[in-house]
């Protein structure tokens, strides 16, 4: 059987991707748990993305982010020829940086909070103030007890890694990418 398989920049851990044609997907399934791997949903695979703050175009990557915002660098080529944004980008580069980006929160237990929930910071009733939005959320099971965690853009003067910052009602923590702190079980 022919097939391509990818190494992927896991933050975490190496990680790859095992391209087939479809007829052959599940004779490769049960060569691959014959072999000794331990088969995993795309909810274990959607926490693991989160962890470690893999942005998902979509979700998390939308039109309306700019590409410096998005913490991607290595996905830019400054040295390609012409390219629908090539401007903007180029402008970004540059004059300078944009005023948001792509980070990770941490909640500490089980936390409410939903994709397109804002973040705040500031303290209740002394100028709060809207300084981002959620994009992808994960509940976890740590051997320390459960965690939220949290990927969206945050204004860069506010998302500086252990900051406080709300989310809804819940305090939440600035992390960097990719989320180490976390273990899951």
């Not at 003067?157 to 180490?180: C, D, F, H, S, Y």
Request: proline share 4%; charged share 25%.
């Amino acid at each position: 059987m022919q097939c391509t398989v990818v190494r992927g920049e896991e933050a975490l851990q190496e990680s790859y991707e095992i391209w087939l044609a479809p007829q052959d997907v599940y004779k490769t399934w049960q060569a691959l748990i014959a072999a000794g791997a331990t088969p995993v949903g795309s909810e274990a695979l959607e926490m693991q993305r989160i962890v470690a703050g893999i942005p998902l175009y979509g979700i998390d990557i939308r039109e309306r982010d700019l590409p410096q915002e998005t913490e991607q660098m290595r996905a830019l080529n400054f040295n390609k020829g012409c390219y629908v944004g090539q401007e903007i980008v180029e402008r970004i580069r540059s004059r300078g940086n944009v005023h948001r980006k792509f980070t990770g929160l941490l909640v500490e237990g089980a936390a409410a909070f939903a994709r397109g929930d804002k973040i705040v910071s500031g303290k209740p009733g002394e100028g709060e103030k809207e300084a981002g939005e959620i994009t992808s959320v994960a509940a976890l099971r740590t051997p320390s007890g459960e965690q939220t965690v949290g990927l969206g853009y945050i204004r860069r003067e506010v998302g500086v890694p252990g900051r406080e910052v709300t989310i809804g009602t819940v305090k939440a923590t600035v992390v960097q990418l990719p989320v180490e702190s976390v273990a899951l079980v």
